[in-house]
């Protein structure tokens, strides 16, 4: 925690999430921040001392810095994340880079906004274990320390709301904006690589992807905020057997706290925003994620399923995984090696400059890692020679 | 703890928590009464599965037998190409046949409501008909214009047999009509088979004719329905619907009236027609109209003549081509009136009451769209 | 069918087609409407080729023919070639315009000229010119091939006559391509994803006529900001 401490004092400036991040305009921002919670310095400071605290955990190992580690992109670089005692859940956990520009958080939206998300992980059994807010509170409420910082805050005495409204403050100080696409965008062609500026425009062309990953000078995460089943989980289970069981379970227990605890222990997980909604559109579906610095946050996927950004592409080249509530959105789009480097070398300028280092080495990596593998590569179904579902369609008769 | 502020989700899960759970505890009478409003709201907020239905079992398929209500599924106008040339509506119709074998229980048969092909091409229904074949329940077919306008209904006939015909089933009497036949517009300008085709395929090209069902299959139909007593449960299928839309689109059945004249001593009739690729729903006195959903493209409202009973669809999102678009069943009843479920892909199911229609739009109004529209 | 035959449609040509030709693969032409003796080198000794300006159309004649029989056989020949020189009724025929206004009551007017009164070949000039482009964008519109469509897929088959595309709420923030976009890059959106073609140049003379075709049907309509 120490060492991250260090890193993050050096990256943020201290003008940071005080006021619309440049090129956002400050009305857009407004309607990003809860009225109740304004930020300013004390808030920031006490959210940041929270951010890393692992007292607030149960056992006093975890803190929202374990999963959300300032040195792995602001996440842990696994596919699913580990909690207390060697609990590993069903979702990979989204890097807090950025976070504030999302209109919902979790995977499944289930959080409203950045103060509503930070205080669930904290008593979910699995993640931080904390029976519930009470004992939250009672872990850091005898220290003086957080005495002063909460009454000068929020001048209230610590709580378990203001605690996620310290975090949330902290949170939006971690605008990662400034990549060399930002620089291209502004007009320096030379800020990003020829591949890569092939790569944006197949990004707005043939590779359909501005349809949920939109980019544009407000939203510049590029992300709809909306769900989409684009078949990761179809992969695992038969959906509509748990669909039903999604029903019945939630028919029981429909509070946030039980929510979390779905989402992240059963099965039902892989349900995303249906268990939210019971929309049946939204069977399997999961929150676009954002982009930017996604050169950074591997793996991908809300299961983590995805080491690389090739097997990203090949993923979407082939059309998704065919299920009944596939988003008609996404069909195979007959993208060529070529083309798929090109738009994996756009995506990697996503990544701000002050973490270079850590995108030179992730390309690395990942670049060594699809060299070996790619198991999700199907050129069949990206050409459209077998249709995504024709083997559904023909292997019932 | 109690969360700050209730998500809109929250507050739609615990309506719906208590719902249900007051549902269980009435008694099978009051059960069944409010069942049908249950099921029509489950079904619509997306609860229900086309064809499962559950948590509210209120129609188990009947196992045979003149007096339970049945299901047969519908999937319409797939508007295919061969298969170099266009990969998306032949995906499409895939997905439609895969829906439809996933039914459980399975429908006593599968309706296709017509324009298999886009531009009539052998190649094109042969194409469909292999698809088609790989249905599990038994398949009955109906003609569209664009099945028929290059060889005026050759391969058709070759692949599927006469356009026109009827059957009986489980007490049900149905009726399938060539309901697209045009007066010749292409003989007087020496057109070729494919410009006549192509002429017909565009929806609002103005040189062809307005669709009939013509003289002849009228007096077929008087024939047909002649003896049968006026409870008779039935049911018409057409492909554009057997009345006056609007006619810039051959939203239109030029003999509409004298059709719905031979129907009209009925004691209610259900008229299920493809063409128009909307949910649209109408009654005119006895008879009471459905449309289906194409498989390939939705087509936008028509600016007038819209029926008042209909609920417009959500506007469909372009960058999904399957908005709009889906495949569905359709449950019919022993007094002869229907129940229909649109299995409409990426949005919740919408589910359209026979009490809707016999109320005259004052029961079980089929709810709006609960997605954001684009 | 590229730009070439767009730019035949939208330049000068009409019944007079030798009076110009308007289309820059042509290679220079003589002057217009006469043959060109400095053409093509074909022909015996007894008769030469002649070759329209247009660099494709060609006619052999006797020496000694007088030139008007010379201009009615190049005509009769290019005519020959061109089928579809009468794409405009056609056109107009298979798909409904929206009517243009009546602006007869200018006639005589002042306003609306530098110089000089309106007249009634003005105000038909107006007419005629807007809906040939109109009329030129419907045939694009209702047209596969001339959109470039890999799949057989034609802007009719979503928007018939037009309808729901509305085109006067542009600008707008549009949520396919996640910014704002004006009515000609939604244009170009359909064409390279429902339609699945290649995107148009601004200057596209294809593109312009789809927007004007869009834009004339949806005349009279009233303003709904946002709601699309």
Same mark, same amino acid.
């Given at each position: ?77 696994? %596919? ?26 979790f995977w499944d939206g289930r959080a409203g906004n950045l103060e509503d998300q930070a205080i669930l992980p904290i008593v979910n059994p699995i993640e931080m274990g904390q029976p519930d807010g009470n004992a939250v509170v009672a872990s850091i409420a005898s220290d003086a320390e957080y005495q002063k910082a909460f009454q000068a805050a929020y ?95 939630? *028919? ?5 706290? +039980? ?115 790619? /198991? ?22 | 703890?109690? &969360? ?100 459980? /229980? ?27 074949? %790989?249905?599990?329940? /038994? ?30 089933? *489980? ?11 045009? *007066?010749?517009?292409?003989? +007087? ?128 999102? &372009? ?45 079980? *109004? ?9 | 069918m590229g730009n070439t035959s767009m730019m035949r449609r939208l330049g000068l040509i009409g019944i007079g087609v030798l009076a110009s030709c308007a289309h820059s693969a042509a290679p220079a032409p003589g002057t217009p409407g006469a043959a060109d003796p400095n053409a093509a080198a074909g022909g015996s000794a007894d008769s030469t080729e ?32 061109? &089928? ?35 007249? +009634? ?108």
């Open positions: 925690m120490d060492e991250q401490l260090k890193q993050i004092t050096a990256l943020i400036p201290a003008t940071a999430g005080k006021s619309a991040p440049a090129g956002v305009s400050s009305e857009y921002w407004k309607a990003l921040v809860p009225a109740d919670n304004i930020a300013n310095d004390a808030r920031i400071e006490l959210g940041r001392k929270l951010y890393f605290e692992t007292r607030l955990s149960k056992d006093g190992t975890v803190a929202c810095a374990t999963c959300h580690d300032v040195s792995r992109g602001f996440t842990d670089r696994r %596919n699913t994340s580990e909690g207390i005692s060697d609990q590993i859940g069903q979702r990979n956990a989204p890097t807090t880079l950025n976070a504030a520009f999302f209109t919902s958080q001048g209230r005495a610590v709580n378990y709301a203001d605690i996620g409204r310290a975090i949330a403050a902290f949170e939006r100080t971690l605008v990662f904006l400034d990549a060399p696409f930002d620089r291209f965008a502004r007009g320096d062609a030379n800020a990003i690589s020829a591949d890569a500026r092939a790569g944006w425009a197949l990004f707005n062309g043939k590779a359909r992807c501005t349809g949920c990953h939109q980019l544009s000078s407000n939203n510049p995460i590029g992300t709809d905020s909306r769900f989409h089943n684009v078949g990761v989980s179809a992969r695992h289970q038969n959906f509509e057997e748990l669909a039903k069981q999604g029903l019945i379970a939630l *028919k029981k227990d429909s509070s946030k706290e +039980a929510l979390d605890k779905l989402a992240l222990q059963t099965n039902l997980s892989e349900l995303g925003r249906f268990v939210v909604t019971q929309n049946r559109a939204d069977i399997g579906a999961f929150k676009t994620s954002q982009l930017r610095n996604v050169g950074i946050t591997a793996p991908y996927m809300h299961d983590g399923s995805m080491a690389t950004l090739w097997d990203v592409m090949d993923h979407y080249n082939k059309g998704g995984e065919p299920n009944p509530y596939l988003d008609g959105g996404i069909e195979p789009l007959a993208l060529n090696e070529t083309e798929v480097a090109q738009l994996v070398a756009f995506m990697f300028t996503l990544t701000d400059v002050r973490l270079d280092a850590q995108n030179k080495s992730e390309l690395e990596r990942q670049r060594a890692i699809a060299a070996q593998r790619r /198991p999700f590569r199907d050129d069949n179904a990206a050409n459209r020679k077998v249709l995504p579902f024709e083997l559904r369609a023909t292997a019932q008769r | 703890m109690s &969360p700050r502020h209730k998500s809109i989700e929250t507050k739609h899960m615990q309506e719906r928590a208590q719902f249900f759970s007051a549902l269980k505890s009435l008694d099978r009478r009051s059960f069944l009464k409010v069942s049908a409003a249950a099921f029509g709201a489950a079904a619509a907020s997306g609860l229900v599965t086309p064809h499962a239905f559950q948590p509210v079992k209120v129609y188990a398929q009947g196992a045979g037998g003149k007096q339970e209500p049945f299901s047969f599924a519908y999937i319409s106008d797939s508007h295919l190409y061969k298969r170099t040339l266009n990969d998306r509506f032949i995906n499409a119709l895939m997905r439609a046949v895969d829906d439809v074998n996933a039914m459980d /229980p399975q429908p006593d048969f599968v309706f296709y409501g017509g324009d298999l092909a886009q531009l009539g091409q052998p190649e094109e229904l042969e194409l469909g008909a292999q698809i088609l074949k %790989n249905l599990k329940a /038994p398949l009955r077919v109906m003609v569209g214009e664009h099945d028929w306008y290059y060889d005026m209904g050759e391969k058709w006939r070759a692949l599927f047999g006469e356009p026109t015909y009827s059957f009986d089933h *489980k007490g049900v009497h149905f009726v399938v009509l060539n309901s697209v036949v045009e *007066k010749d517009f292409w003989t +007087a300008r020496g057109l070729s088979a494919m410009d006549r085709m192509k002429t017909v395929a565009g929806l609002d090209n103005g040189v062809q004719s307005p669709f009939s069902v013509g003289a002849e299959q009228r007096t077929w139909l008087e024939n047909d329905l002649k003896g049968k007593p006026a409870t008779t449960p039935l049911v018409v299928f057409s492909h554009s619907p057997l009345y006056k839309l609007y006619r810039n689109w051959n939203f239109w059945t030029d003999d509409a009236e004298e059709v719905q004249a031979i129907l009209r001593r009925f004691r209610q009739v259900c008229v299920f027609h493809g063409h128009t690729h909307q949910m649209l729903t109408n009654r005119i006195g006895n008879i009471h109209f459905q449309g289906f959903l194409s498989t390939a493209w939705p087509w936008p409202y028509a600016p007038q003549g819209l029926p008042e009973l209909t609920v417009q669809m959500a506007r469909p999102d &372009p960058f999904n081509p399957n908005d709009g678009c889906g495949d569905g069943a359709i449950t019919v009843h022993p007094d002869g009136l229907a129940d229909i479920v649109h299995n409409l892909w990426n949005r919740n199911p919408v589910t359209i009451l026979r009490t809707y229609t016999a109320s005259n739009g004052k029961k079980d *109004k089929p709810e709006a769209p609960l997605r954001r529209s684009y | 002649v070759l329209l300006c247009d660099g494709q159309t060609k006619v052999s004649v006797a020496a000694g023919t007088p030139g008007t029989a010379v201009a009615g056989a190049l005509m009769t020949e290019w005519l020959r070639k061109n &089928p579809n020189s009468n794409w405009e009724a056609e056109e107009r025929e298979r798909h409904t315009l929206q009517p243009a206004a009546d602006n007869s009551a200018l006639i005589g007017q002042v306003q609306g000229q530098t110089y000089g009164q309106v007249t +009634a070949q003005d105000v038909a000039l107006w007419k005629a010119e807007t809906e040939r482009v109109a009329t030129a964008g419907s045939e694009v519109f209702h047209n596969a091939d001339q959109l470039g469509s890999t799949i057989g897929v034609s802007c009719d088959m979503c928007h018939p006559h037009a309808a729901n595309t509305h085109p006067e709420t542009y600008p707008k923030y549009q949520n396919q391509l996640g910014r704002v976009a004006l009515l000609r890059d939604m244009i170009n959106w359909c064409i390279q994803h429902p339609v699945r073609g290649k995107a148009m140049e601004s200057e596209d003379p294809k593109l312009r006529a789809l927007e004007a075709y869009i834009l004339a049907q949806r005349k009279g309509k009233v303003l709904e900001y946002g709601k699309h």
